[in-house]
């Protein structure tokens, strides 16, 4: 069982950073896919960027690539989320979420872990 607690959202103004951290419960974290999604109000979640357990990256075209950068430090069970040249649209609350899958994957139901989100508010 993996338990994930999202930090580091806030209130941003357009063309800031934010670093969002997730922290991870368990032995295995180092065996997970470790993603993160966002979700804005009246909206579905949606995939942001995520790292396999080997380093292996995906970024969202449009919202992360570029501007987002995912890392991870299984020594310290944490994934986290550099969010640079912040929009107003990028306003949402974000979610990490850890999967068995050995690649990286970027659907929502291939995710069994979820945190309980942390919300980033860009202002312009």
């Known amino acids: 069982q993996v338990q994930l607690v999202e930090s580091g959202g806030g209130l941003v103004q357009a063309g800031g950073s934010l670093r969002l951290s997730c922290a991870a419960s368990?032995?295995?974290?180092?065996?997970?896919?470790m993603g993160w999604f966002r979700q804005a109000p009246g909206a579905e979640r949606e995939f942001v960027a995520a790292?396999?357990?080997?380093?292996?990256?995906?970024y969202d075209a449009d919202s992360a690539k570029g501007r987002f950068t995912i890392s991870r430090d299984n020594a310290k069970n944490t994934v986290s989320l550099q969010m640079n040249s912040l929009k107003p649209e990028d306003t949402a609350t974000y979610y990490c979420?850890?999967?068995?899958?050995?690649?990286?994957?970027?659907?929502?139901?291939?995710?069994?872990?979820w945190g309980q989100g942390t919300q980033v508010t860009v202002s312009s």
């Open positions: 790292i396999s357990w080997r380093g292996a990256i995906t």
């Open positions: 979420a850890a999967s068995r899958s050995a690649v990286v994957v970027t659907t929502r139901n291939r995710y069994e872990h």
């Open positions: 368990g032995r295995t974290f180092s065996t997970y896919t």
